[in-house]
Structures are given as structure tokens and as C-alpha cells.
């Protein structure tokens, strides 16, 4: 791609109040970046989705003059722009409607292999939280998948130093441009990061460092995965937002569990409690439900015997027993039981080692 076409992409980018959405429609419509910026008026507005309130700027010639600026500075920093047209543009990610026009990377990411998980949570992960973290990528090590996570504080950054120490590639995900690194304490791991993957972002060098830049962020992690694992959250946090952005994009959501008083428990028992994600005790869980395969032995996991159930418990037992795999709603039905109650049975059956979920809200005995 020529510098000229780059910089007319970076340029439209630039354009406030128009977004990646229809930038991406703009550009499908007429053909190129620079077909867009030299349109009339009159033919912009004919598009739907485009109103004269979002071409109050758009002939700035600023826009232009910006992205030269902007070009330079990649230029300068070996920066490689990912272009959503191009093939290099991350697969997954180019299925989502709201996908960035490009991406900017550094390191030596390579995203042929298709394993793809986002690892998020709590900013003060606790010692279980990090214990499980590292845990659940050294048994998913056998199978090489690719580490994505946001750099920050906590889980984040556990994952993808427990992604490096165990050789798998790992991307961090910036909510800013590449003049810097937050956190700054964080900088000691940049070289690393970049050699065993490296970093995207959205956002250029100047853009203003703001807090609503991590929910924007949040969008390329979930989108770059086959499924995004929360590791501890409080009620509220990014990583529920991750979680929200990964089910609006028909991805696989998945939550470990805690105890009903821990506060950092509370978003991903909320997360599995609602049905927006699979209860994970283990990376078996993910490894299972996704059904990636590896050539490679792996431990048997102990079947426990002598399993203590209730009469609720029992009833679903002998349904699934009979019917091998069946729906939520249909286990509610043939057994009796309110959906909402159904579901807190199946849970608590999940954590016994009884029945484990599918996809599709489908559920079978283990």
C-alpha cells in the first residue's frame, strides 16, 4: 500500500464524530480512503448513517495534515499499520462491525495459529486469582494457543508473563499510542512481550491518555479471540465490559467461580449465574467446550465417585441420564423446575464434577 493511501486511511480515521462503522462503509462504497475524502458533499450525504452533523469537520484539510505528521512518527518507529481490507488484518477481528480501519503493531505477532484466548480481570488479583492464572496457561501450553490481555495491572499482566514463561506468544492490547507505555512500571516487560508477540492499538501517539481509551481498547481484545476468560472481578469492572463486548460478538465467555462472599468473585459468579459464560474450574473446561485437540497426552482427570446430590439433583441426574445431552429449557420443563432454578441446580451440579455445559446452552453428565 503506497504512503499516499495510507495517509488518506489515517486521515478519514482522524475525522471526529465518524467511527470506524462507517468509515469501514464509507470506504467499501466508493472504493478507497481517498475516493471518500475527495467526494462532494452532496454524494456523502446519500449514504445512510451519514448526516450533516458528521461532516461538520470532515473536509478539514487538518485531517491530512495530521495524518503526515502521524506517518512519520511509524515510519520512525518501525510501526506496521494493519489495514482491515488487507489480509493480514486479524481474522476474527474482521467480523466485527465495529473493528478498528487499522491497527498499529509492534513486535513479531503472528496470528496463523487460529487458538486464540483473551485472559482479563481484576486490576488486585488476589494470590488464588494468580495461582489459577498461571495454572490455566501452563496446562493449555500442549496446545500453543496465542495469549491476548490488555497489559494492565493484575490479571492482565500475570497472564502474559505466564504466557512468555511458558513460550507461548502473547499480544498486549494498548488504550494508547505507542510514544508510551501504561503502566510505566510495566516498561520492563515490553521487550519480551515483543519477542514472544507484541502489542496492537487503535489510538496514535498523540491521542490524549483518557479512561474511556480502555473501554474502546476493550473491544480489540475481545474481538481478536475465539473466547475470552475472566479471572476475578469485582462487581463492576472493564473486564465485565470485555465479557459483554465477547457475547455481542458471538464468542465463547468463560468465568471461574469463587465463594459467594468474595468480593473479586462477584462479577464472574454474576457472569455465570445470568448464562453469559461457562463456569471454568479448569483449563480442561475451555479446552473441552471449545474442542481443541492436541496430539499430545494429557492427564485423565479423576471421575469422582460417590457424588452426594440432593432430590433436585438427582431429578436432572436421571433426565440427563436418559436423554445423554438436553437444553436448559428442557431440563426445566421435564423436570419441573423454573428455569432460574434449574440453572442455580445446574451450577452447583457443574461444581460437583456431575455435568458439564456445551455450547449452545446444551448440557450432558461427565
Not at 472504493?31 to 470532515?58: E, M, P, T
Not at 491518555?209 to 469485582?234: C, D, M, P, Q
Not at 470485555?242 to 465463594?259: K, Q
Request: net charge neutral; hydrophobic share 40%.
Amino acid at each position: 500500500m503506497s504512503s499516499e493511501e495510507l495517509q488518506y486511511i489515517l486521515a478519514l480515521q482522524h475525522i471526529p464524530n465518524l467511527g470506524d462503522i462507517l468509515a469501514k462503509k464509507l470506504i467499501r462504497h466508493f472504493g478507497s480512503a481517498k475516493n471518500v475524502l475527495q467526494q462532494k458533499k452532496r454524494n456523502l450525504l446519500k449514504i445512510d448513517g451519514i448526516g450533516a452533523h458528521r461532516l461538520r469537520d470532515f473536509f478539514d484539510s487538518s485531517h491530512l495534515k495530521a495524518a503526515e505528521e502521524e506517518l512519520k512518527f511509524i515510519e520512525k518507529n518501525n510501526i506496521k499499520i494493519l489495514y482491515f481490507e488487507n489480509d493480514d488484518y486479524p481474522d476474527k477481528l474482521k467480523h466485527c462491525i465495529d473493528g478498528p480501519i487499522v491497527l498499529f503493531q509492534r513486535g513479531n505477532i503472528n496470528l496463523n495459529n487460529q487458538k486464540i484466548i483473551s485472559v482479563v480481570g481484576t486490576r488486585k488479583i488476589t494470590q488464588n486469582g494468580l495461582a489459577f492464572c498461571e495454572q490455566f496457561i501452563e496446562e493449555l501450553s500442549p496446545l500453543n494457543p496465542v495469549i491476548v490481555s490488555g497489559f494492565a495491572y493484575g490479571v492482565d499482566i500475570t497472564a502474559q508473563k505466564a504466557a512468555v514463561a511458558n513460550n507461548l506468544q502473547t499480544i498486549g492490547c494498548l488504550a494508547h499510542g505507542f510514544d508510551q507505555i501504561y503502566p510505566k512500571v510495566h516498561h520492563k516487560y515490553v521487550t519480551s512481550v515483543e519477542e514472544n508477540g507484541g502489542f496492537f492499538t487503535d489510538f496514535w501517539s498523540k491521542d490524549p491518555f483518557e479512561r474511556n481509551n480502555f473501554l474502546k481498547r476493550n473491544r480489540i481484545i475481545a474481538g481478536l479471540s475465539e473466547a475470552t476468560v475472566v479471572i476475578e472481578s469485582a462487581e463492576k469492572g472493564g473486564s465485565l465490559v470485555t465479557a459483554d463486548i465477547a457475547n455481542s460478538y458471538n464468542r465463547e465467555v468463560f468465568a471461574v467461580p469463587g465463594r459467594p462472599s468474595d468480593k473479586l468473585s462477584k462479577g464472574c459468579n454474576n457472569l455465570i449465574k445470568t448464562q453469559n459464560a461457562h463456569l471454568m474450574n479448569s483449563a480442561a473446561d475451555l479446552v473441552y467446550l471449545l474442542n481443541w485437540q492436541t496430539e499430545e497426552k494429557t492427564k485423565p482427570v479423576q471421575k469422582q465417585l460417590f457424588v452426594d446430590l440432593d432430590e433436585d439433583e438427582n431429578n436432572i441426574f436421571h433426565f440427563l441420564k436418559g436423554e445423554g445431552k438436553a437444553q436448559l429449557d428442557s431440563i426445566a420443563l421435564n423436570c419441573n423446575f423454573p428455569s432460574y432454578k434449574t440453572a442455580g441446580i445446574l451450577i452447583n451440579m457443574e461444581l460437583k464434577g456431575v455435568v458439564r455445559p456445551l455450547p449452545g446452552k446444551l448440557f450432558e453428565l461427565i
